[in-house]
């Protein structure tokens, strides 16, 4: 079962250190694309360019846990959006891209969360596009960040696309698992009204939302967890958004990776 962090307010990751075998992955988030100060076609983390000193520490702690066994990537849109720009310009935004994961050689998958309306013919072009620009790393992922309801019954999305059509084609074959926003609804049932729809169970991340747990109510998320764990023993994992404040601890939240490991 792996744990997951989305990491996008960068204070510091030191409190995993010393436990990293507790979390199996980290994505980076988010990546935008747009005209930076001096109008150029640029792509940025967040409000900033991905080579900004801003992000030295981040880069430089991301490498050591890489190097301790944790998979680091990208996530790509989310609510700041990404897509209408990327492919209004594909072939200007796609190389910064590409040579961002490229330069920082520890980043070994992305995450793509499609918030915004988007042609599934579009988003197949960019997972063929990933596939064979990084097929030579054999341990490179790719995910999606679908809302729960999207998975849970089929039809249309954020995107605009019917995410059911994008899995049964051949670049579906291509995604590891997805990322799943079970916001306000983390429970077993949600669960399982998505492996009923037919997606397998080590496809599915189950996602939370840290501002919707505190130190009272986390204890129910990890029950529902080790249901879903007991009945489907291939369940892929859970993430959290964000690291910032990953309950039950706001103070340390590293140790939401812990009691998570421990079902």
């Not at 980076?28 to 080579?51: A, T």
């Not at 890489?66 to 990537?73: L, P, Y």
């Not at 609510?79 to 330069?103: N, Q």
Request: proline share 4%; glycine share 6%.
């Amino acid at each position: 079962m792996k744990t997951i962090y989305y990491y996008q307010t960068f204070v510091g990751l030191h409190d995993l250190m010393s436990h990293v075998q507790d979390i199996d992955v980290i994505i980076v988030s988010s990546i935008h694309f747009g005209k930076d100060k001096s109008g150029q076609k640029n792509i940025f983390l967040n409000d900033n360019i991905p080579y900004d000193p801003l992000f030295n520490d981040l880069w430089l702690e991301t490498e050591k846990l890489s190097v301790q066994g944790c998979t680091i990537m990208l996530m790509m849109g989310g609510a700041g959006f990404a897509y209408k720009e990327l492919f209004s310009d594909f072939d200007t935004y796609y190389p910064l891209l590409k040579r961002l994961i490229t330069e920082k050689s520890w980043i070994k998958g992305i995450d793509l969360d499609v918030e915004e309306t988007t042609s599934i013919e579009n988003i197949k072009m960019l997972i063929n596009r990933l596939v064979k620009d990084f097929s030579d790393d054999n341990d490179f992922i790719i995910t999606m960040a679908p809302v729960a309801s999207t998975l849970s019954t089929d039809g249309s999305s954020f995107a605009g696309f019917n995410y059911k059509e994008l899995y049964n084609s051949k670049e579906g074959d291509h995604l590891h698992w997805f990322n799943t926003q079970c916001y306000n609804s983390y429970t077993f049932e949600t669960y399982e009204s998505i492996i009923k729809n037919g997606y397998p169970p080590e496809k599915i991340v189950m996602g939370m939302e840290s501002g919707q747990f505190d130190e009272s109510s986390f204890p129910n998320a990890l029950d529902e967890i080790k249901k879903i764990k007991d009945k489907y023993p291939d369940f892929s994992g859970v993430f959290d958004w964000e690291y910032l404040n990953a309950p039950p601890d706001k103070t340390d939240p590293s140790e939401w990776s812990r009691l998570m490991k421990q079902i």
